[in-house]
């Protein structure tokens, strides 16, 4: 329906013809589409493609909503996209794509999901393709000031809005579809243009219904619609409808769960043929238009079945992830943080608050802006120490720049096992976090957050803050399944403490130094075994209620501090190898874990490694050391290892 929509409508001629001339000219190279939900952005760029495909224009498209929001995953779906062995490096996937005499156009449709990759894109990706390939970045949000004030994209990037319809063209399509001209009216003084709303409304008459009343904004078009359009519905349509807006993706598995008494064949059919509703990759999508004030409206009149419908749809996503392959974590990871209602973690992964400022590496000539930061809010020591890490380790700080490109402010992270002796030398405050790892491998899955500094602002709340904490959970991604802990520091605790503990950071002071007559407060957060996954499944289970069996079965068997085993109330020493495999299997009862899966996720490689024993070589060291519990750890023969706890377990009381 919205596609019939769209292109019957004369107004994106225009758009079209512009688009064109872009992807078939010479300059600009990049160009921004803008459009609010519903306007039309997603048909407008099927239409682009269809009439330059025969122009021999070769069109790579990427929807940003399916693919991790890292440049590894990057490189790893435009791979896909054209054809070729999947890659996760960058030279290699941009020379692919550049391949010379043919003109590509490169499209990331729901750009907004990609604002972790902003920068990267503007600054290492999209500078690396070659002279034939142009690029369209399609968002319902503006452009990030950066590419304008940017001096290497002056010149090279445009931006355009799409608008609504005009009353004229909206009028003219309504009619041509069989609406009497005074409905046709009435119509579209509510949907006001807007091409989804249209839609609906055309809809909501064909089947009887009646549009009235009228939005004051052109965001509130398609809740009112959809509101509508809902009210006509029956009993069933409505609960299905429900539960699909509370999930990222609407699949059996989960409408069963929600909707036990519902064939989950049924609930489908109910949901395809609605139309705001669209299928995806995975599942079939509610318009986000439609989705947030659905589920506002289900949380505020019936919260017992709001709780419900989250409940279950969180124990199906939590048993998908432990069956997934690694491949398929990030869509696990994304249906979770979709079911999450922290908005500060929601916020990180998945922005929805626009932001003029954007964050990138420091460069050499950043070092005065970022030193007049220090010197307004540390003390002499702290300064000292944190010119040692400018020192050593310049790749580790990332500035925010506002919209006249200047430095509002600076993170400094690294990966613990990258630190050079010297910082740790003269930094206390590392030196303190170096003790609290038991063994210097365990560096290699540390995050250091040393320092994020606003230059306004100190270490108060500001969008500087802000944005260096939504730039970091790109590191996020890049780092897992190693990555395990996060340490950071603020000198005024109380600052972020509610937050920082809500997303399970907890206050670790003890033996941390006093530099400038201020103790530097750690927050040191653990995500557990399963890393990034792992942490966001138990944040989501505190919230709807779902105990953590894994957890508790780790925590038991294994003393995680120690690296030991614990049988029989005995501690008994473990390598690190044997920890990590121990460790991973025993997080994942009862599920056969392949050796490739293991050695990407302990030794950090995986088919490349396809003829080693070194997997074989551990188990079998742990199997005798759990002794006559050996049994728990199975041989899946052709596929790997299980383990299957044992009732006869005398595992030791926790304090």
Same mark, same amino acid.
């Given at each position: 329906?919205?596609?019939?929509?769209?292109?019957?409508?004369?107004?994106?001629?225009?758009?079209?013809?512009?688009?064109?001339?872009?992807?078939?000219?010479?300059?600009?190279?990049?160009?921004?589409?803008?459009?609010?939900?519903?306007?039309?952005?997603?048909?407008? #760029?099927?239409?682009?493609?269809?009439?330059?495909?025969?122009?021999?224009?070769? @069109?790579?498209?990427?929807?940003?909503?399916?693919?991790?929001?890292?440049? @590894?995953?990057?490189?790893? =779906?435009?791979?896909?996209?054209?054809?070729?062995?999947?890659?996760?490096?960058?030279?290699?996937?941009?020379?692919?794509?550049?391949?010379?005499?043919?003109? &590509?156009?490169?499209?990331?449709?729901?750009?907004?999901?990609?604002?972790?990759?902003?920068?990267?894109?503007?600054?290492?990706?999209?500078?690396?393709?070659?002279?034939?390939?142009?690029?369209?970045?399609?968002?319902?949000?503006?452009?990030?000031?950066?590419?304008?004030?940017?001096?290497?994209?002056r010149g090279f990037f445009d931006s355009m809005v799409l608008e609504t319809f005009s009353p004229e063209v909206a009028l003219e399509y309504l009619i041509s579809e069989g609406m009497p001209e005074?409905?046709?009216?009435?119509?579209?003084?509510?949907?006001?243009? *807007?091409?989804?709303?249209?839609? #609906?409304?055309?809809?909501?008459?064909?089947?009887?219904?009646?549009?009235?009343?009228?939005? &004051?904004?052109?965001?509130?078009?398609?809740?009112?619609?959809?509101?509508?359009?809902?009210?006509?519905?029956?009993?069933?349509?409505?609960?299905?409808?429900?539960?699909?807006?509370?999930?990222?993706?609407? &699949?059996?598995?989960?409408?069963?769960?929600?909707?036990?008494? %519902?064939?989950?064949?049924?609930?489908?059919?109910?949901?395809?043929?609605?139309?705001?509703?669209?299928?995806?990759?995975?599942?079939?999508?509610?318009?986000?238009?439609?989705?947030?004030?659905?589920?506002?409206?289900?949380?505020? *009149?019936?919260?017992?079945?709001?709780?419900?419908?989250?409940?279950?749809?969180?124990?199906?996503?939590?048993? /998908?992830?432990?069956?997934?392959?690694?491949?398929? !974590?990030?869509?696990?990871?994304?249906?979770?943080?979709? #079911?999450?209602?922290?908005?500060?973690?929601?916020?990180?992964?998945?922005?929805? %608050? +626009?932001?003029?400022?954007?964050?990138?590496?420091?460069?050499?000539?950043?070092?005065?802006?970022?030193?007049?930061?220090?010197?307004?809010?540390?003390?002499?020591?702290?300064?000292?120490?944190?010119? /040692?890490?400018?020192?050593?380790?310049?790749?580790?700080?990332?500035?925010?720049?506002?919209?006249?490109?200047?430095?509002?402010?600076?993170?400094?992270?690294?990966?613990?096992?990258?630190?050079?002796?010297?910082?740790?030398?003269?930094?206390?405050?590392?030196?303190?976090?170096?003790?609290?790892?038991?063994?210097?491998?365990?560096?290699?899955?540390?995050?250091?957050?040393?320092?994020?500094?606003?230059?306004? &602002?100190?270490?108060?709340?500001?969008?500087? /803050?802000?944005?260096?904490?939504?730039?970091?959970?790109?590191?996020?991604?890049?780092?897992?399944?190693?990555?395990?802990?996060?340490?950071?520091?603020?000198?005024?605790?109380?600052?972020?403490? /509610?937050?920082?503990?809500?997303?399970?950071?907890?206050? =670790?002071?003890?033996?941390?130094?006093?530099?400038?007559?201020?103790?530097? !407060?750690?927050?040191?957060?653990?995500?557990?075994?399963?890393?990034?996954?792992?942490?966001?499944?138990?944040?989501?289970?505190?919230?709807?209620?779902?105990? $953590?069996?894994?957890?508790?079965? $780790?925590?038991?068997?294994?003393?995680?501090?120690?690296?030991?085993?614990?049988?029989?109330?005995?501690?008994?020493?473990?390598?690190?190898?044997?920890?990590?495999?121990?460790?991973?299997?025993?997080?994942?009862?009862?599920?056969?874990?392949?050796?490739?899966?293991?050695?990407?996720?302990?030794?950090?490689?995986?088919?490349? =490694?396809?003829?080693?024993?070194?997997? +074989?070589?551990?188990?079998?060291?742990?199997?005798?050391?759990?002794?006559?519990?050996?049994?728990?750890?199975?041989?899946?023969?052709?596929?790997?290892?299980?383990?299957?706890?044992?009732?006869?377990?005398?595992?030791?009381?926790?304090?």
């Amino acid at each position: 329906m919205e596609r019939r929509a769209v292109e019957a409508l004369a107004d994106r001629r225009a758009d079209l013809e512009r688009l064109s001339a872009f992807a078939l000219g010479d300059e600009p190279l990049v160009m921004h589409i803008q459009g609010i939900p519903g306007i039309g952005k997603t048909n407008l #760029l099927n239409t682009l493609a269809a009439s330059i495909g025969g122009k021999g224009v070769f @069109v790579v498209r990427v929807d940003a909503r399916w693919c991790e929001p890292s440049p @590894v995953a990057l490189c790893r =779906a435009i791979s896909r996209e054209i054809g070729v062995l999947e890659s996760e490096d960058l030279a290699v996937v941009a020379s692919r794509v550049s391949e010379a005499g043919k003109r &590509t156009l490169l499209v990331f449709d729901s750009y907004e999901s990609f604002r972790l990759l902003d920068s990267w894109l503007r600054q290492a990706f999209l500078p690396s393709l070659g002279d034939s390939v142009r690029t369209v970045l399609s968002s319902r949000e503006a452009p990030r000031p950066a590419w304008r004030i940017d001096p290497a994209w002056r010149g090279f990037f445009d931006s355009m809005v799409l608008e609504t319809f005009s009353p004229e063209v909206a009028l003219e399509y309504l009619i041509s579809e069989g609406m009497p001209e005074g409905s046709a009216r009435e119509l579209n003084r509510v949907a006001r243009g *807007h091409p989804l709303a249209l839609s #609906l409304g055309l809809a909501l008459y064909s089947a009887g219904g009646q549009v009235r009343g009228s939005a &004051t904004t052109r965001h509130e078009v398609l809740e009112q619609m959809a509101a509508l359009f809902l009210e006509g519905a029956d009993s069933e349509t409505k609960q299905v409808v429900q539960a699909a807006c509370l999930v990222r993706t609407a &699949t059996a598995p989960l409408l069963a769960a929600m909707l036990p008494h %519902i064939p989950a064949d049924e609930a489908l059919d109910r949901l395809r043929a609605l139309p705001f509703v669209s299928v995806g990759p995975h599942g079939l999508l509610v318009h986000d238009a439609v989705r947030a004030p659905v589920a506002a409206a289900l949380k505020s *009149h019936d919260p017992g079945r709001y709780q419900a419908y989250r409940r279950a749809a969180s124990q199906v996503v939590r048993d /998908q992830y432990k069956q997934a392959p690694r491949s398929d !974590h990030w869509r696990c990871t994304a249906d979770v943080l979709y #079911l999450l209602e922290n908005q500060n973690l929601r916020e990180g992964f998945f922005p929805t %608050i +626009e932001s003029a400022v954007s964050v990138e590496p420091a460069r050499d000539e950043d070092w005065t802006a970022i030193s007049a930061i220090i010197r307004k809010f540390d003390g002499a020591e702290s300064r000292r120490a944190l010119e /040692q890490w400018w020192q050593y380790h310049r790749e580790s700080f990332f500035v925010v720049r506002d919209e006249d490109g200047g430095v509002q402010g600076f993170y400094q992270a690294i990966v613990a096992s990258k630190i050079h002796k010297n910082v740790l030398g003269r930094d206390p405050l590392a030196a303190s976090w170096a003790r609290d790892l038991p063994r210097a491998e365990d560096r290699a899955s540390a995050l250091w957050v040393r320092r994020t500094l606003d230059r306004d &602002t100190g270490e108060e709340p500001s969008s500087g /803050q802000a944005a260096c904490w939504l730039d970091i959970k790109r590191t996020y991604l890049e780092l897992r399944p190693r990555l395990r802990w996060i340490y950071t520091c603020y000198c005024d605790a109380e600052l972020y403490r /509610q937050s920082f503990e809500q997303l399970g950071l907890r206050l =670790a002071d003890e033996g941390r130094p006093v530099l400038d007559g201020l103790v530097q !407060h750690t927050f040191r957060l653990d995500m557990g075994v399963d890393s990034v996954d792992g942490w966001l499944a138990n944040l989501l289970a505190q919230e709807v209620g779902m105990a $953590t069996g894994e957890a508790t079965i $780790t925590s038991t068997l294994l003393d995680e501090h120690a690296h030991e085993l614990v049988v029989n109330g005995i501690q008994i020493g473990l390598t690190s190898l044997e920890f990590g495999v121990l460790a991973y299997l025993v997080a994942r009862p009862n599920r056969a874990v392949s050796r490739y899966e293991l050695l990407e996720a302990v030794w950090g490689y995986g088919k490349q =490694a396809s003829t080693s024993n070194v997997v +074989e070589t551990v188990v079998r060291s742990v199997r005798q050391k759990l002794g006559v519990h050996r049994d728990a750890l199975e041989t899946v023969r052709g596929v790997g290892y299980k383990f299957r706890p044992k009732p006869d377990f005398t595992l030791p009381a926790r304090s």
